[in-house]
């Protein structure tokens, strides 16, 4: 392949040897080496050299022809010799590029001799070429070509050029020791419970010493809580050798001795946390709980982290790190992994760069790389994020070391995510049990012929008179013994040694059943409201405020002074302005929130010249806590399970997600399946986290109506969590002030209003909100001329009452059931003691019959609701939540009005 030398090449070589002519010392050193070079020339067989004439033009210019092609030879090898690299420990061929022989670049046998001013202490091309080799193809593969930022770039570069960093002796006894530990805990379980699924750790063992270098190295940058979060493939070994679980406990979890009632989760999936000592203090290690559902907890855990760092006050991101373990086809399949990636370099949610380790078993299930990837990698994903990625032969343990300090410089430097892809295999099947040669059969050939990595290193070791056989029998002989006493122990005292959840900034704060928790008044005097009122419509002076915004900042400042009732939106901000002002923090993100999807909120205010935004909510007080509200990106499952892991460890604060609509809470189903609904029947992790689900059929389509109630309350047992749909600003105030002021615990989910937001009906006085609190039940007439009781829940009271009111419908009661869940039996039962036993009770949802909350209030009371008969009023049963067509939607809805009106 020909390359030419444009012009300018050509004229700086020129001018650079004119220079060194003059004056060798002017020019930088590599430049005046290398002329110097090329000048002399072998002669005789002393290798003495002889002086050449200088160099005419001719050959300046195909000196500079040279010149390009090696510098794009050498770069090319830089950035994709990582596709030689011996990075595969069953070592299967990999196909060279043509790009990486000299040839393709038009370089010749004789060009490899040839001097080049690249590399100081490498004179020749084929000598830097052995460089390279060694560098950038041998058991760690670097991935950096991607990176579009020079200084990036030159700054790995400069690093790479410095070689990794060799362990020492002490570090290799330590990486020694801690392969051992992981294979015979292994070895261990396969004796003691056989059959039994344990998701081992065999054949990536590597991922050990791993973590132990990478907290260490954290430690040494000044952080002090580590947050992980991993799936179950090797979970069990890492509890026990990393975090240091008691491994009786681990044992006790497979005798399976828990008390009657028990729930919890499969061993494998269970979280743990604890002080792990380092050389630079100690670091607070939390491994998080997680489902099968792989990849979930990511975003689960950059929550957890940022809310850590939140609570340090660590505006940096330095004290805490999030550390995550992903599988190689999870990693690239599942699409949660490119939402966290994406939102982890947004300012909202930003953690300050997470580690990645790919636990790489070159294999998903029993599926074959090339069918669970489209790229080379499963790591193709990362590059969006501009980081290094590094490609690591778990047999090379020693390699780790340079790789996780580099790893860690650059997290340090640039705040980005780094990624370690450790390459090894899944040496059974991938729960024990099955077959994998079925599918695999070679691999499993190569498998077969292995022997433990930890005895292979023994033998380095003891060739490097590193570790005698006598220290390594002994190390081993120690670790037996511990584990053969944990399982004694086990068998013979059935107890867990685990302290009881609840310590630490979650002491005081309750789970369990909602009875006989205290129920506090949530009112805030008209004063204290009026004044906060006034500080949510202060702006900076010069601020300048959007024409058509105005007229919203005189109307909230008029409700605050009395002069008009409130609407949904004034009444939230006050519900978060008091709170705040309380010394709670104050967290909501979604698509749109800050203004509001209805552009209703406006939480925040962006200056019409500058664009500069100002949130008044953090003006209000000297002392008050944070407000923060975020538009965020076009994630749900994403930023629902940021927002839900950063609740967990924030429990006085009001931390909530709001869907842009309902309805689009569909997309994080998973994170409400397996963490919100079940977490404390899984994990006893309680979490305070509120949703809110704009939700209502008001003829906007199947996709903007439904905010799946059904599937809420479907989740509900346990009081686990509350779910609630109010109707007025001032039960809407009560509810997010009780979310926070009591002690209880639970996600609550709200459905909330689309067209309530400005119906000149759902508004509310200022001195509603100054007394009293929620109401789970609101009641309706208690006429004796009442024979039916409409019983609903939301905005479909609306409707009925103004219908109710144009009929002058007497004869018929409208019973609002604010809160769905934990279902208010009680409240309900004294709301309906006015009427006579035989008035029947309708209930009356908007939704259709097989959805909204008819199916659940069926379950409790079948055809009688406390003696009363009971029926219902719905739209038709359908696979579709609402009809596409507003003309359509108006007759249904007129239709269920007037039937369960009975008009």
Request: charged residues 25%; proline residues 6%; aromatic residues 10%.
């Amino acid at each position: 392949m020909e390359y030419t030398v444009d012009s300018s090449n050509l004229a700086y070589l020129e001018a650079l040897y004119q220079e060194y002519e003059q004056n060798p010392a002017s020019i930088p050193p590599e430049w005046s080496s290398y002329f110097h070079a090329v000048q002399a020339e072998p002669v005789g067989g002393n290798g003495a050299a002889a002086q050449r004439e200088p160099l005419d033009g001719a050959s300046v210019s195909e000196l500079a022809s040279f010149f390009l092609r090696a510098v794009r030879f050498l770069r090319t090898y830089r950035e994709r010799g990582h596709l030689v690299a011996r990075i595969d420990p069953l070592e299967r061929e990999r196909r060279t590029p043509p790009e990486l022989d000299p040839s393709f670049f038009g370089l010749s046998e004789a060009d490899l001799d040839r001097p080049v001013p690249l590399e100081l202490g490498a004179p020749t091309l084929r000598a830097v070429l052995e460089q390279y080799k060694a560098r950038f193809g041998g058991t760690v593969g670097i991935e950096y070509g991607h990176l579009d930022d020079p200084a990036v770039r030159n700054w790995i570069e400069a690093r790479l050029a410095a070689g990794f960093t060799r362990p020492t002796v002490e570090q290799k006894r330590k990486i020694y020791e801690r392969l051992m530990q992981a294979t015979l805990f292994e070895e261990f379980l396969q004796k003691k419970y056989l059959g039994a699924k344990t998701f081992s750790l065999e054949g990536t063992e590597s991922l050990i010493p791993l973590l132990d270098l990478t907290i260490e190295n954290a430690a040494k940058h000044g952080v002090v809580e580590v947050v992980m979060g991993m799936a179950h493939r090797g979970r069990l070994n890492v509890l026990a050798n990393v975090v240091k679980k008691p491994m009786r406990d681990i044992f006790l979890e497979f005798e399976e001795h828990f008390p009657e009632g028990y729930h919890g989760d499969v061993k494998y999936h269970l979280g743990y946390s604890n002080d792990l000592p380092t050389p630079y203090g100690n670091v607070h290690l939390s491994l998080n709980f997680n489902p099968s559902h792989l990849e979930f907890v990511a975003p689960v855990a950059m929550g957890r982290t940022r809310a850590k760092q939140d609570r340090f006050g660590d505006r940096k991101r330095e004290m805490g790190m999030l550390l995550l373990v992903h599988g190689d086809a999870a990693f690239i399949g599942e699409g949660i992994v490119q939402e966290t990636l994406n939102i982890s370099g947004i300012p909202a949610y930003t953690v300050g760069g997470a580690v990645h380790i790919i636990l790489n078993n070159q294999v998903g299930f029993t599926t074959e790389p090339h069918e669970y990837t489209a790229g080379r990698y499963s790591t193709e994903i990362a590059k969006m994020l501009e980081s290094p990625i590094f490609h690591v032969n778990a047999e090379d343990p020693e390699a780790l070391v340079g790789v996780v300090e580099l790893a860690m410089e650059f997290r340090k430097a640039f705040k980005r995510d780094v990624f370690i892809d450790l390459i090894g295999f899944r040496k059974r099947g991938h729960n024990e049990t099955d077959e994998p040669s079925f599918t695999q059969p070679d691999m499993y050939r190569r498998i077969a012929a292995k022997k433990p990595l930890y005895l292979s290193y023994q033998t380095k070791l003891q060739g490097e008179g590193v570790c005698s056989q006598e220290i390594c029998d002994a190390l081993a002989k120690q670790y037996q013994d511990a584990m053969e006493a944990a399982f004694s122990g086990a068998r013979r005292e059935p107890t867990p040694t685990r302290p009881p959840a609840g310590g630490g900034f979650w002491k005081g704060y309750l789970g369990g059943p909602e009875e006989g928790v205290p129920d506090p008044e949530t009112g805030v005097p008209v004063e204290k409201l009026s004044a906060l009122m006034e500080g949510l419509t202060r702006l900076p002076e010069g601020f300048h405020l959007h024409p058509k915004l105005t007229k919203l900042v005189e109307s909230r400042r008029e409700m605050g002074q009395n002069k008009r009732p409130l609407d949904w939106a004034s009444a939230e901000m006050l519900a978060i302005a008091s709170l705040a002002v309380e010394g709670h923090r104050v967290r909501i993100s979604g698509q749109d929130v800050v203004r509001g999807t209805f552009t209703q909120r406006h939480g925040g205010f962006t200056d019409y010249v500058t664009g500069e935004r100002y949130i008044p909510a953090n003006h209000l007080a000297e002392g008050q806590a944070v407000v923060e509200l975020y538009n965020s990106a076009l994630s749900e499952a994403g930023v629902l399970g940021f927002e839900y892991g950063y609740s967990l460890d924030m429990p006085d604060a009001l931390v909530g997600w709001e869907a842009q609509y309902g309805d689009f809470v569909n997309t994080a189903q998973v994170i409400i399946d397996q963490f919100i609904a079940s977490a404390e029947a899984k994990w006893s992790r309680l979490s305070g986290l509120v949703m809110l689900l704009p939700h209502g059929m008001e003829g906007g389509g199947p996709e903007h109506s439904s905010a799946r109630l059904e599937r809420f309350l479907q989740l509900c047992s346990n009081d686990n969590m509350q779910v609630a749909y109010p109707t007025t600003p001032a039960q809407y105030f009560h509810l997010l002030r009780r979310q926070v002021v009591r002690p209880w615990r639970k996600p609550l989910i709200v459905m909330t209003p689309k067209s309530l937001l400005r119906n000149p009906d759902a508004v509310s006085r200022l001195e509603e909100l100054s007394q009293g609190r929620f109401r789970r039940v609101l009641c309706g007439n208690t006429s004796p001329k009442v024979k039916r009781v409409v019983l609903c829940s939301g905005k479909v009271y609306y409707d009925l009452e103004a219908a109710r009111r144009a009929a002058d419908k007497e004869d018929v009661a409208i019973i609002r059931l604010e809160q769905l869940y934990p279902f208010p039996m009680k409240e309900l039962e004294a709301a309906l003691a006015p009427y006579p036993a035989n008035t029947e009770v309708v209930w009356t949802q908007e939704e259709p019959a097989n959805m909204g909350a008819w199916w659940f209030i069926r379950a409790r009371f079948s055809d009688r609701m406390f003696g009363r008969p009971l029926s219902v009023v719905a739209r038709p049963e359908s696979s579709s939540p609402a009809v596409g067509s507003k003309k359509v939607h108006d007759k249904e809805q007129k239709a269920i009005v007037s039937a369960a009106l009975g008009l």
